[in-house]
C-alpha cells in the first residue's frame, strides 16, 4: 500500500541572502514535481529544534552547513540515517555529501574574461581562511599562469588601509579578480575613494552577479555569474530521490559550472545600456561585419554618423572612430599572437592601409611595434 504521509524536506537557507535566494527557484521546481513533499523553512529554530520536532516523519535537510558550526549536528543525523546535503563551498563538512559551484572554474573563467591584448599586471582580492575564496584564487592564477601571467593576491582582513596601500603598490593597469560581488564592493569603494579609475587603471570583476553588490555604484561592477537555478534544482532532484527512494548520492563534492561572466563598466570601456551604441560596438568586434570606418558603421546602423558621433561622445567621452580604431588594433594583436598571419593580411583583416600608421598607432597602444610581438 502506497505510503500517503507527508514528507518533509528542511531547508537550510537565509531568504534574505542573496546567495540563497537564487538557490530556491531551482529548489522548489525540482521539488514541485514530486507529490506529497513539504519544504520547511524554520529560519526561528535551531536546526537541532528542527530535527527533535520532527523525529518520527520523513524528512531531509538540504542548504548550508559547515564542519565548524554544524558538526554535532551532522554526526546526530547520520546516526539516525537522515538524508542531508550541503551547498555551500566556504567550509563543506566532509562527513555529508555536497554539491558546489565549481569555484576552480569560476577562477578560470575571470582569468579568460580578464586576459586582454596588452594587459600584463593582474591581482586577486580574495578572503582569509576562506575555502571558497583559495580555490577561486587556484582556478585564476592556473588560467594565467597557462598564459604566462602571474597573479598578486590580497588575503588580508578589510582595513581600509591596508587595503588602500596593497592598491597604491600595483603597478597600472592592472586587472583584479575578488572573490566575491561583496568584496568587490569593498574593493570599489576603496578605489573610488583614491580616486583611481575604472576600467582605465583597474579593471575589476566579482562573483555571484548580485544586483544589489553590482549595480549600487557609479562604476557597475562586472561579475561571473554561477548557475544557481541548476545547482538548486539538482540539489532538489537528489534529496527527493534520497528520502524518497533511498538513492544516496556518491560521498564527497560534485560541481556545477558557472554561467557567464555579466560585464559592467568595471570591466568594459565599452559598457553600455545604449541599445544603438551597444549595437556599434557589437558590428565593430564582429571580424565577419567588416566595419572598417564610421562610414560604412553609420550606414549598416541606419544613422547619421553625426547622431552616431554625438551619442559615443556623451556615453564614452571619445568619438567612434577612437573606439574602431581601439578594437580593430585590438583585433590585429590577437591575430598577430596567435595566427601565422603576415602582417600586411592582418592589416587587410582588421582594415588598416597604411603600415607606418599602423605601426605607430600598434607602438602607441601596446608598448611594443607588431614585429617585436612576433618575437616574443
Not at 575589476?204 to 562604476?219: E, I, K, R, S
Not at 555569474?225 to 534529496?239: K, N, T, V
Request: aromatic fraction near 8%.
Amino acid at each position: 500500500m502506497r505510503n500517503t504521509a507527508p514528507v518533509y524536506i528542511h531547508l537550510n537557507l537565509n531568504e534574505r541572502n542573496h546567495w540563497s535566494r537564487s538557490l530556491l527557484p531551482g529548489v522548489i521546481a525540482a521539488l514541485r514535481e514530486r507529490p506529497g513533499i513539504r519544504v520547511m523553512n524554520h529560519e526561528s529554530l535551531s536546526l537541532q529544534e528542527v530535527w527533535q520536532a520532527g523525529r518520527g516523519t520523513a524528512m531531509g535537510f538540504l542548504g548550508m552547513f559547515t564542519e565548524e558550526q554544524d558538526g554535532p549536528f551532522l554526526d546526530e543525523l547520520r546516526r539516525e540515517g537522515i538524508p542531508v546535503l550541503n551547498l555551500s563551498g566556504r567550509s563543506p563538512p566532509v562527513k555529508i555529501p555536497s554539491l558546489l559551484h565549481d569555484d576552480l572554474a569560476i577562477g578560470r573563467m575571470a582569468a579568460e574574461h580578464l586576459l586582454q591584448p596588452g594587459q600584463k599586471n593582474y591581482a586577486f582580492f580574495g578572503l582569509p581562511g576562506s575555502r571558497l575564496s583559495a580555490r577561486r584564487h587556484q582556478g585564476f592564477a592556473a588560467a594565467l599562469q597557462e598564459q604566462g601571467f602571474s597573479c598578486e593576491a590580497y588575503l588580508h582582513e578589510r582595513r581600509h588601509d591596508s587595503i588602500a596601500s596593497w592598491l597604491k603598490r600595483l603597478p597600472r593597469p592592472v586587472a583584479v579578480f575578488a572573490a566575491t560581488d561583496t568584496r568587490a564592493r569593498a574593493l570599489c569603494q576603496r578605489v573610488e575613494q583614491l580616486g583611481l579609475r575604472m576600467p582605465e587603471e583597474i579593471r575589476l570583476v566579482g562573483v555571484d552577479n548580485d544586483p544589489f553588490q553590482c549595480d549600487l555604484h557609479l562604476t557597475s561592477l562586472s561579475s561571473v555569474e554561477p548557475d544557481f537555478y541548476r545547482l538548486g534544482f539538482r540539489a532538489g532532484q537528489i534529496i527527493q530521490s534520497w528520502v524518497l527512494e533511498g538513492e544516496e548520492p556518491s560521498p564527497g563534492e560534485s560541481y556545477i559550472a558557472p554561467l557567464n561572466v555579466e560585464v559592467r563598466m568595471s570591466s568594459d570601456p565599452w559598457h553600455t545600456r545604449d541599445p544603438l551604441l551597444t549595437q556599434a560596438i557589437r558590428r565593430m568586434k564582429d571580424p565577419v561585419a567588416e566595419v572598417h570606418s564610421v562610414a560604412i558603421l553609420s550606414r549598416q546602423l541606419g544613422v547619421s554618423r553625426r547622431s552616431l558621433e554625438l551619442r559615443c561622445k556623451a556615453e564614452f567621452g571619445q568619438s567612434p572612430l577612437f573606439l574602431l580604431n581601439r578594437i580593430k588594433l585590438e583585433r590585429a594583436y590577437q591575430l598577430l599572437s596567435h595566427t601565422e598571419l603576415e602582417l600586411h593580411e592582418v592589416m587587410e583583416r582588421v582594415g588598416f592601409r597604411d603600415q607606418r600608421h599602423f605601426r605607430r598607432q600598434f607602438r602607441e597602444r601596446f608598448g611594443r611595434g607588431p614585429t617585436e610581438l612576433r618575437k616574443v
